[in-house]
């Protein structure tokens, strides 16, 4: 199939690699002249495992190309998926700008029948919308789908070579058919469902994870009070099939450029429609608290920020990214620079997004390496669970620190690995020792 991807993102450039992959003709798209001329260079603009590998291997078998062409690529095209942004207003709701954007332009350049894919997550009934703006410039026919994605940043080319489900929304049974043999190559789960519930199960997916880490951190927050071990609790919760295992580790809260922005967006979105959704904001007013467990706990242990050294492990929203939109590190960061605190930091790939994205005062230093962090620090804060720290031994932590203060908001050591150290160590939702 000719596929364009339009918006070569996290999202567009690893679903257009995984469709070139599965033996398709793709063009990704994008604005961004700079990341076009990059990607057609060989330079990759995002970290994600295996996603160079995969690049390189299908533009040399001539499968996929990137341009910022977009005219040209609608015409040459049979499916073009939108896999633009849907960033957060001032109000929580999703900004359809980009979307609507794409749409016009497809609107202006479609030449024949086509198959327009949304894949960006959007409210209910944006699909119409992008349907009525296509359908506002031209007299040709075209089919519109909602296909949701579901990837995570960090493994997300395995998660879309290899998905848990695919979900097809659409109204056209030709459209449903050609989408279903596109990703039958990565999954036997397809759903093929009505645009409007498709565009819901990517909120609802969200909203229910999200809902399951706040849970799980006011449970750990419970347990440091009552003096049980979060790490105990999950395991036994989680035996339990109807509970299941997955997202129960406590921690300093959600981040990232999703849960964040959908969980808010799905709060406009039922509150448009006079409906008052309670549980989802509780799970963002916990989320919010939870990152400030870690100033808490250094003002426990430090007493007075001011002028203390404080060092931080960790600066992406997850391990194995370099992303740090709404990464709660920065939140983090900056309230112990507003207690008068000094920050050293690092963190193996994200310190460039970082410095980017956040600019913050000049009592940070930014490190480059793990161990310089910890020399002198006053106290070191875990903040993303990077395999990398996890193999540093809590020994050679405290021999470098100057004062043996520990904070572990990822959990990433257990009680064994602190024996016959000296270090005051808080984690999340465990007693705290020495
Ligand atoms: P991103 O910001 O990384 O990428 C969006 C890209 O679109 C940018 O490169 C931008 O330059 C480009 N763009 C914007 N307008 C354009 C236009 N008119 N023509 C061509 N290119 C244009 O965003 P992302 O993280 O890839 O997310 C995209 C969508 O997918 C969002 O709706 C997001 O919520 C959703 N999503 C993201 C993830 C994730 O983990 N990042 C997972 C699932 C769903």
Redesign the pocket.
């Known amino acids: 199939m000719k596929i364009s991807v339009?918006?070569?993102?996290?999202?567009?450039?690893?679903s257009g690699v995984c469709y070139a992959d599965a033996g398709n003709e793709v063009v990704c798209?994008?604005?961004?002249q700079e990341?076009i001329e990059m990607l057609n260079s060989g330079v990759v603009?995002?970290y994600e495992p295996g996603l160079k590998e995969l690049i390189d291997k299908n533009m040399e078998l001539g499968r996929l190309k990137f341009t910022?062409g977009?005219e040209q690529s609608v015409k040459d095209s049979d499916i073009i998926i939108i896999?633009?942004?849907?960033?957060s207003l001032p109000d929580g709701r999703?900004n359809l700008d980009?979307?609507k954007?794409?749409a016009n332009?497809i609107g202006v350049s479609i030449n024949g029948y086509k198959i327009i894919v949304t894949?960006?997550?959007?409210p209910v009934g944006t699909n119409e919308i992008v349907e009525s703006i296509i359908s506002a410039q031209t007299d040709v026919v075209f089919d519109v789908a909602s296909v949701?994605?579901?990837?995570?940043?960090g493994s997300?080319i395995q998660d879309t070579l290899n998905s848990n489900r695919v979900v097809i929304g659409t109204n056209s049974k030709y459209a449903a058919d050609v989408l279903s043999e596109l990703h039958k190559p990565f999954t036997r789960n397809i759903l093929v469902t009505d645009i409007r519930s498709s565009e819901m199960i990517?909120y609802a997916s969200?909203a229910f994870l999200a809902t399951k880490i706040s849970f799980i951190n006011e449970i750990a927050n419970i347990c440091e009070k009552v003096g049980a071990d979060v790490t105990q609790v999950a395991l036994g919760m989680g035996y339990d099939h109807r509970i299941g295992n997955s997202f129960l580790n406590p921690g300093i809260g959600y981040g990232?450029?999703?849960f964040p922005?959908?969980t808010q967006a799905l709060i406009q979105i039922a509150g448009q429609m006079n409906y008052d959704f309670k549980l989802l904001k509780s799970v963002v007013e916990v989320n919010n608290d939870q990152r400030f467990n870690v100033l808490t706990k250094l003002k426990l242990i430090l007493n007075d920020l001011e002028n203390k050294t404080v060092g931080i492990w960790g600066l992406a929203f997850k391990p194995n990214t370099d992303?740090v939109?709404d990464t709660p590190a920065y939140e983090i960061i900056k309230s112990i620079l507003d207690c008068g605190g000094k920050v050293k930091a690092y963190d193996p790939l994200a310190i460039e997004n970082f410095k980017k994205t956040f600019r913050l005062s000049h009592n940070i230093i930014y490190c480059d390496t793990a161990k310089d962090v910890a020399l002198d620090s006053d106290a070191l804060c875990i903040l993303t669970e990077w395999e990398e720290f996890s193999l540093i031994n809590p020994t050679t932590i405290q021999k470098w620190l100057k004062r043996p203060n520990l904070i572990d908001g990822r959990n990433i050591y257990n009680e064994v690995q602190l024996y016959g150290t000296d270090l005051t160590y808080y984690s999340v939702g465990r007693p705290s020792l020495n």
Not at 7 to 14: I, K
């Open positions: 339009i918006g070569t993102g996290y999202v567009g450039l690893v798209v994008d604005k961004v990341k603009p995002i910022t977009i896999a633009v942004g849907t960033p999703a980009f979307v954007n794409v332009e894949k960006s997550t959007v949701p994605e579901f990837l995570r940043e997300a990517k969200n990232g450029s999703c922005k959908d992303d939109r």
